[in-house]
């Protein structure tokens, strides 16, 4: 399983829309615990240029991702699924 960053998207403008997600995708993603505190994920996208990460669990097992737009909206008191200010 992989996670696209930045860097992967610019792959897909050059390759177009016949690319699979195999051909663009990430081998090697990175990952944070699920417990890391946002500001851990932050500097670890800073560290390596990336704007998500996935998540796994004490096993090492992927229990999600966090995208830095999820912790931006998050702490601007914004709904992270859709940019908006709960209702």
Excluded: Q, W, Y
């Excluded at 699920?34 to 229990?63: K, P, Q, W, Y």
């Amino acid at each position: 399983m992989a996670v696209s960053s930045s860097p992967d998207a610019a792959v897909v403008v050059k390759v177009g829309v016949s690319a699979t997600a195999a051909t663009v995708m990430s081998d090697s993603p990175l990952a944070v615990p699920a417990n890391s505190f946002a500001i851990e994920a932050l500097r670890l996208m800073e560290e390596h240029a990336v704007t998500s990460l996935l998540c796994v669990d004490e096993a090492g097992a992927i229990v999600g991702a966090v995208h830095i737009h999820s912790i931006v909206a998050r702490e601007l008191g914004l709904d992270p699924a859709r940019g908006l200010a709960p209702t």
